[in-house]
């Protein structure tokens, strides 16, 4: 059960970076003065996530304060969020890089470039050789210009690759699609802020057009914040485009291109990530006095593509964890999303585990693709109990790899 996908760390060359920029900007700065100036905007912008969701373009992408402060705290954040997504896209959910040729990325509300160069490293770490272009749209033309002062600074992490920025207001109609599409499409924590309180059609109606920009193989990556709303609107409107166009099909979060039934159906959850993440010497330094969370990254996301969604076995024997995972007094138990769609109850007695098989089950973390053998009725048809831990077997388990 330990094998695992193994991720590499936020590249210590992109910390330097942005602390050095930082530092560049304000040279009369004390380090202490610089950390509070940063501190000060980094509280800010967590409650503009986090409470009044609030993204003024006068003042969000448009200092350098706001744009250096989200890069040495939230850049790194932002990456490895979506190295988690495109881990899950390209090595669970068969998304295939051309043949021969360049690959081409476009990322949409890209700021200063997280979830867009995080795709750029982590491709070339998993070896692919082909050219790459990755297009980055975005109203902030500082975060943009930032963007391609920090690919050309560090071409050692994404080889033979090219940036190229557009200044554009996303929450206005996208430009028609030309001949040359994309392989990959990225959203990352930018679709709830590109529109946001607007309808569930309205939303609808612009995927569609971004969808349009998708080769017939590509992959459309989407990430937003793991709040109740966000979350269920994104699934929601996953499953409303699949709907409404047989071409577009649901490759993720779940299985058989079956939508989350948590929008249609009453539970205690909703579909996110809870991934482990491991902040920068920087981001421990910020939030030394400040006590944010930055050992966990929580994101729901959806993937979407024209190309035809693996047909897996119907029924409890594979699911996605969707809970965290409980040890009680007798049992060590969990909720997952089985492969037919539906939400199922996993149990496991506790009185003859050792104490090495049960670290291993709590080791497992929200997001989890797990495969189960021996599957024992339970008291009724949503109740699975397992009959050891050697049942479960790791299909997906992404971790960040620190050494």
């Known amino acids: 059960m330990t094998q695992t996908t193994s991720l590499p760390p936020f590249p210590d060359s992109l910390e330097d970076w942005w602390w050095n920029q930082a530092t560049l900007k304000w040279p009369d700065y004390s380090e202490d003065k610089l950390l509070n100036a940063i501190r000060r905007e980094i509280v800010e912008q967590s409650d503009r996530f986090n409470k009044t969701r609030s993204f003024d373009p006068n003042s969000y992408g448009s200092r350098d304060l706001s744009i250096l402060s989200y890069g040495n705290f939230f850049f790194s954040r932002t990456w490895q969020a979506m190295a988690f997504a495109l881990s899950e896209a390209y090595f669970l959910r068969e998304w295939k890089a051309p043949r021969k040729g360049p690959l081409r990325i476009l990322d949409l509300g890209s700021g200063s470039g997280a979830s867009g160069l995080a795709s750029l490293f982590l491709l070339r770490q998993w070896g692919l050789k082909n050219p790459m272009s990755l297009e980055a749209w975005d109203y902030s033309g500082k975060s943009l210009a930032t963007m391609k002062n920090l690919h050309q600074s560090c071409m050692g992490l994404w080889p033979d690759s090219k940036v190229f920025t557009t200044r554009k207001d996303l929450s206005n109609d996208l430009p028609p699609p030309n001949a040359r599409k994309f392989d990959l499409i990225l959203l ?5 802020e590109i529109h946001q309180e607007t ?32 979350c269920m609107n994104l699934q929601e409107d996953s ?24 929008f249609v159906q009453k539970s205690k959850y909703y579909s996110h990530e809870v991934r482990s993440i491991y902040p920068t010497r920087t981001v421990q330094k910020i939030n030394s006095p400040l006590h944010l969370e930055t050992r966990e990254v929580k994101f729901g996301f959806s993937i979407l593509s024209k190309a035809e969604v693996p047909a897996l076995p119907l029924g409890p024997g594979r699911c996605r964890l969707v809970s965290p995972v409980r040890k009680r007094k007798g049992t060590i138990s969990f909720v997952g999303i089985g492969s037919d769609g539906k939400e199922y109850r996993y149990e496991l007695q506790r009185r003859d585990l050792k104490k090495d098989e049960t670290k291993r089950i709590l080791f497992l973390q929200r997001g989890d693709v797990l ?17 050891s831990p050697q049942a479960i077997s790791l299909l997906f388990a992404p971790r960040i790899d620190v050494g």
């Open 239 to 262: 499953h409303v485009l699949t709907q409404g166009d047989s071409r577009i099909n649901l490759h993720a979060p779940y299985f058989n291109g079956l939508p989350c039934p948590f």
């Open 188 to 192: 990352g924590f930018a679709l709830n």
């Open 371 to 387: 495969e189960i053998q021996g599957i024992v009725p339970g008291k009724d048809e949503r109740q699975v109990r397992l009959p």
């Open 199 to 230: 309808e569930s059609r309205s939303r609808t109606e612009w995927l569609k057009q971004v969808l349009h920009h998708l080769k017939p193989g590509g992959f459309l990556i989407m990430m937003d914040p793991a709040g109740t709303d966000s």
